[in-house]
């Protein structure tokens, strides 16, 4: 059974920083195309930041410039940096991920596109 734990949200003022990490345990982990994703009250999940097997990154409009994805396959374990932040990115932060095999676009911000989801973590932004 492979589990998918985000950590380190928490409620941070406008400008301030904070970095989520999201662990995906077994062996596998290298293999897979990783996104973050997050989802507001009464809100779908949107597509934040995508990193596919390669190291390759995708992200969307709204966060480039000021949110870094990044993974350490020797830890199992994917990053979100996220500096400047806003009030418009208060939601709950979730990590997604989908094997290799499976994925025709690895870096696609899409959530149909990824089976295996975290429970997320808050991000709290204060104006």
């Known amino acids: 059974q492979v589990t998918v734990v985000e950590s380190w949200g928490g409620l941070v003022g406008a400008g301030g920083s904070l970095e989520l990490s999201c662990v995906i345990s077994g062996d596998f982990f290298s293999t897979y195309h990783i996104g973050w994703f997050r989802q507001a009250p009464g809100k779908g999940r949107e597509g934040v930041a995508g990193?596919?097997?390669?190291?390759?990154?995708n992200y969307a409009d709204s966060v480039k410039g000021r949110f870094t994805i990044s993974r350490d396959n020797s830890k199992n374990t994917l990053y979100l940096q996220m500096n400047r932040l806003k009030p418009e990115d208060t939601a709950r932060y979730l990590c997604?991920?989908?094997?290799?095999?499976?994925?025709?676009?690895?870096?696609?911000?899409?959530?149909?596109?990824?089976?295996?989801w975290g429970q997320g973590t808050q991000v709290t932004v204060s104006s």
């Open positions: 990193i596919g097997e390669g190291g390759n990154e």
């Open positions: 997604a991920y989908e094997s290799r095999y499976y994925m025709a676009y690895g870096l696609s911000l899409e959530a149909a596109d990824r089976r295996f």
